[in-house]
T-cell receptor, first 113, second 111 residues
Framework: SQELEQSPQSLIVQEGKNLTINCTSSKTLYGLYWYKQKYGEGLIFLMMLQKGGEEKSHEKITAKLDEKKQQSSLHITASQPSHAGIYLC?????????????FGKGTLLTVNP | SQTIHQWPATLVQPVGSPLSLECTVEGTSNPNLYWYRQAAGRGLQLLFYSVGIGQISSEVPQNLSASRPQDRQFILSSKKLLLSDSGFYLCAGKRGFGGYTFGSGTRLTVV
């Protein structure tokens, strides 16, 4: 099965600072998803990446999938307290209709005002 | 667009009692459906997934079972809850090449 390793496990930054979260896969990534979660709540979809070298941005969050499709990074520019939460990367490595989304263990982000 | 409904939001159950969590899908037909658990720590563990009515795949051996009696209904059950069943349960759905949509979750505490 596909294993995803996220780093760092937790991160504390001062408001306004930039930060990067990494997600490394044990296998080739066919679909890489980034989600954000507030503790005890559901997951909020951020972005999906499929092509090697692909980069997507939404507001101050940018995600990239490397050319070899085994690593993704999530970059937040000028962080704000609203960015705080748990960031999860997920991947579904199966083809056809039997998609199975598995997750890394998450990165807990704290943004201090 | 697809919406996942889960209830209840929180549940406190005694050890040995039965469990039934329901997940319903709105806005799409024939989705793949998933049950996840988030225990202590932050990772989400895939418990079950279903590609159609009556079709259930189990990812990990456990005290839980799942059923899909209708296309847009996915149920997570247990005959006798254990303390270790406590956690945050999330239902998710996927249709075709779209993304995965998650419900708001149920926090289960077994006492």
């Amino acid at each position: 099965s596909q294993e995803l390793e996220q780093s760092p496990q937790s991160l504390i930054v001062q408001e306004g600072k930039n930060l990067t979260i990494n997600c490394t896969s044990s296998k080739t990534l066919y679909g890489l998803y980034w989600y954000k979660q507030k503790y005890g709540e559901g997951l909020i979809f951020l972005m999906m990446l499929q092509k090697g070298g692909e980069e997507k941005s939404h507001e101050k969050i940018t995600a990239k999938l490397d050319e070899k499709k085994q690593q993704s990074s999530l970059h937040i520019t000028a962080s704000q307290p609203s960015h705080a939460g748990i960031y999860l990367c997920g991947a579904d490595g199966s083809g056809g209709s039997n998609y199975k989304l598995t997750f890394g263990k998450g990165t807990l982000l704290t943004v201090n005002p | 667009s697809q919406t996942i409904h889960q209830w209840p939001a929180t549940l406190v159950q005694p050890v040995g009692s039965p469990l039934s969590l329901e997940c319903t899908v709105e806005g799409t037909s024939n989705p793949n459906l998933y049950w996840y658990r988030q225990a202590a720590g932050r990772g989400l563990q895939l418990l079950f997934y279903s590609v159609g009515i009556g079709q259930i795949s189990s990812e990990v051996p456990q005290n839980l079972s799942a059923s899909r009696p209708q296309d847009r209904q996915f149920i997570l059950s247990s005959k006798k809850l254990l303390l270790s069943d406590s956690g945050f349960y999330l239902c998710a759905g996927k249709r075709g090449f779209g993304g995965y949509t998650f419900g708001s979750g149920t926090r289960l505490t077994v006492v």
